[in-house]
């Protein structure tokens, strides 16, 4: 049988692991359930298992038939601070949820772990399954790699791949990815400006905070435009925004938050120079003081560039051509993957999963409450992790 046809063999099994994650979602870097059914999913299958010590983190080693290199696929398992909204009857009960697929990747990497224990045959080398908390705003990543997960087979992984399901805009069962960047670098800001209240009526007595703010955050939009290639585009989008009590008192502080998305590494670290000196400059101008907390969360998610190809290479092949789209564009969103593709060559495939009848052009996005995702995508996602690693060990040279 072939690795679709195992995988279609388990379908049944997925859904049900699929399932019992999204009855039970964690938060943060800390999943003690979820590592309990991850460990129960892959038990017996003669895995080498290595615990996260600051993290409920699994990391799992399968030894090939054959001495080679080591291929590492990643899945997150952490939730979102979401209260669901989707009426399913595996629904989560409380103000969490999977609203992101993260449920569907963690059942997808387990099933690539059963289907390649059964097929260590087929293996030039050895697999690294990377079962991660933390995605959603934590670094998780960050934190396995600094335990060890690129080093968990005994020698660096020569490749590492990783799936994301989409709930709208990619037709249910095609994969997309592309060459180059794919999502952007994250950033948060978060802006204090410090005057000295007092009665609206006389503002020559005070040192007023909230038009310093307001000049702020305007000149950052400028600042972008002015300042960076349309072809390299950065984003700031200022998202909160506080100042006073009542409409006749000044205040003494005027506070907002920003999100800071950039595509490039030249541009991440201009973005965050300008950002501070606009801020700096303005509250100088108004005689004011400023505290500016710059907080660089993820960087740029960049997919090598053969890594992309080849990742394409074996969609196509498994599935047929029909199933495989190039992403023109990179998305905005942010991802921690970023950071194993910053220390290894790799690539993140995207995978469509509207629901059964909605239309990918206006189905809920994820991180929706109402979010919903087709259950069928589980046995191929599977397929391609464990096929992507069998042809990847068979071509231990730059792919």
Sequence with gaps: MSVRDDAAAIQGDLVQL???????????LQLPRTQEKVLAAIDGLGLEIHLGQSLSSVTAVLRGARSGPAVLLRG????????????????????????????????MLAGAARLLSAHTDRLDGDVVFMFQP?????????HMVAEGVLDAAGTRPVAAYALHVMSSQIPTGVFTTRRGPLL?????VRVTIRGAGGHGSMPHRALDPIPAACEMVLALQTMVTRGFDIHDPVVITVGSLHAGTQHNVIPDEAYFEATVRSYSAEAHARVKDGFVRTVRGLADAHGLDVDIDYIELYPVTVNDHREAEFAAGAVTEL?????FAWQDNPAAGSEDFSRILGEIPGAMVCLGAPPEGADPATAPIN??????????VLADGAALYADL?????????PA
């Design 18 to 28: 699929r399932r019992a994650l999204h009855r039970e979602p964690e938060l943060g």
């Design 389 to 397: 690693a069998i042809r990847r060990l068979a071509a231990p040279t």
């Design 184 to 188: 952007s670098a994250s950033d948060t």
């Design 319 to 323: 599935f047929g051509a029909e199933r």
């Design 367 to 376: 991180h929706s409450p109402r979010v919903q995702f087709d259950e069928s």
């Design 76 to 107: 997150d398992m952490d939730a979102l601070p979401v209260t669901e909204r989707t009426g399913l009857d595996f629904a989560a009960p409380a103000d969490r949820m999977h609203a992101c697929g993260h449920d569907l990747h963690t059942a």
């Design 134 to 142: 933390g995605e959603e705003g934590y670094d998780g990543a960050r």
